[in-house]
């Protein structure tokens, strides 16, 4: 057998595996994913911390949206915004 059909045949044994161990959820050491307890714990979370992930979200996208308009605009009116806010 050359490498090349070696490393397919890795391959598919590989893939093969995993599609089993998705569609019947069991995990690389032969016991079940405990999907319903992980169901009940997802609904479980505390809706603070759900409240602090959003706003957590919400700055970053702020974030970015500032990096955008620093990577997109062109460079006088960004020195003009800078000088704008040195004064201030």
């Known amino acids: 057998m050359n490498p090349f059909?070696?490393?397919?045949?890795?391959?598919?044994?590989?893939t093969v595996g995993r599609v089993i161990s998705a569609r019947y959820g069991v995990n690389a050491w032969g016991g079940r994913r405990g999907r319903r307890m992980e169901a009940m714990r997802m609904q479980?979370?505390?809706?603070?911390?759900?409240?602090?992930?959003?706003a957590e979200v919400t700055r970053l996208?702020?974030?970015?949206q500032v990096l955008?308009?620093?990577?997109?605009?062109?460079?006088?009116?960004?020195?003009?915004?800078?000088?704008?806010?040195?004064?201030?």
């Open 44 to 54: 479980g979370e505390s809706s603070e911390e759900s409240a602090r992930l959003r």
């Open 68 to 88: 955008e308009r620093l990577a997109t605009d062109p460079a006088k009116r960004l020195s003009d915004e800078i000088e704008e806010l040195k004064r201030k």
């Open 61 to 64: 996208n702020d974030r970015i």
């Open 5 to 14: 059909e070696m490393v397919v045949l890795i391959v598919a044994i590989v």
